[in-house]
T-cell receptor, first 114, second 111 residues
Framework: KQEVTQIPAALSVPEGENLVLNCSFTDSAIYNLQWFRQDPGKGLTSLLLIQSSQREQTSGRLNASLDKSSGRSTLYIAASQPGDSATYLCAVRPVQGGSEKLVFGKGMKLTVNP | DVKVTQSSRYLVKRTGEKVFLECVQDMDHENMFWYRQDPGLGLRLIYFSYDVKMKEKGDIPEGYSVSREKKERFSLILESASTNQTSMYLC??????????FGSGTRLTVV
């Protein structure tokens, strides 16, 4: 059964730092991996989607990489800002079962201090 | 941009009431999903639908049912609301084999 882990559960950093958020998954047979952001009391906002054939995706200050063989993805945030404070979740769509369901990590709460 | 709209941001209902949560997407996505999110438990899948009138149980379907009569609309029904169903409910949609788009969530309180 696919499991997704995000460690640490929380991170607090000063403004301006470059950050690496980690996501690991137990089964490398995935169709894609998606990173989301969630602000308190709100829904999830999709940040980046990486298909299994891709190694990375970029959007603005965000860069996500995927290493299927090692079961890892990282989300890199350049020059962090207080507005980046949120919970970040990663999710994978497993090949096993052939369904469209995602398996989510429990998220990492990021606080960027001014 | 794809939009997923949940009809209510906040709802307060009484124990035993029948509750309807509505979700509408505007991009002709095949798949739609209902999750609940609770502190410490993460996101848990209640039901999903991969086509009109088609549905599959997720991880925690007990106490819930769903309806998908039209492609754009997916309704979650709490047959008899209970206090342990107080939660944040999130709807999502996706085209086949692509990423998810979530709605803004409904915070349901059952008193």
């Amino acid at each position: 059964k696919q499991e997704v882990t995000q460690i640490p559960a929380a991170l607090s950093v000063p403004e301006g730092e470059n950050l690496v958020l980690n996501c690991s998954f137990t089964d490398s047979a995935i169709y894609n991996l998606q990173w989301f952001r969630q602000d308190p009391g709100k829904g999830l906002t999709s940040l980046l989607l990486i298909q299994s054939s891709q190694r990375e995706q970029t959007s603005g200050r965000l860069n996500a990489s995927l290493d299927k063989s090692s079961g890892r993805s990282t989300l890199y945030i350049a020059a962090s800002q207080p507005g980046d404070s949120a919970t970040y979740l990663c999710a994978v769509r497993p090949v096993q079962g052939g369904s469209e369901k995602l398996v989510f990590g429990k998220g990492m709460k990021l606080t960027v201090n001014p | 941009d794809v939009k997923v709209t949940q009809s209510s941001r906040y709802l307060v209902k009484r124990t035993g009431e029948k509750v309807f949560l509505e979700c509408v997407q505007d991009m002709d996505h095949e798949n739609m999903f209902w999750y609940r999110q609770d502190p410490g438990l993460g996101l848990r899948l209640i039901y999903f639908s991969y086509d009109v009138k088609m549905k599959e149980k997720g991880d925690i379907p007990e106490g819930y049912s769903v309806s998908r009569e039209k492609k754009e609309r997916f309704s979650l029904i709490l047959e008899s609301a209970s206090t342990n169903q107080t939660s944040m409910y999130l709807c999502a949609s996706s085209p086949y084999s692509r990423g998810y788009t979530f709605g803004s969530g409904t915070r349901l309180t059952v008193v």
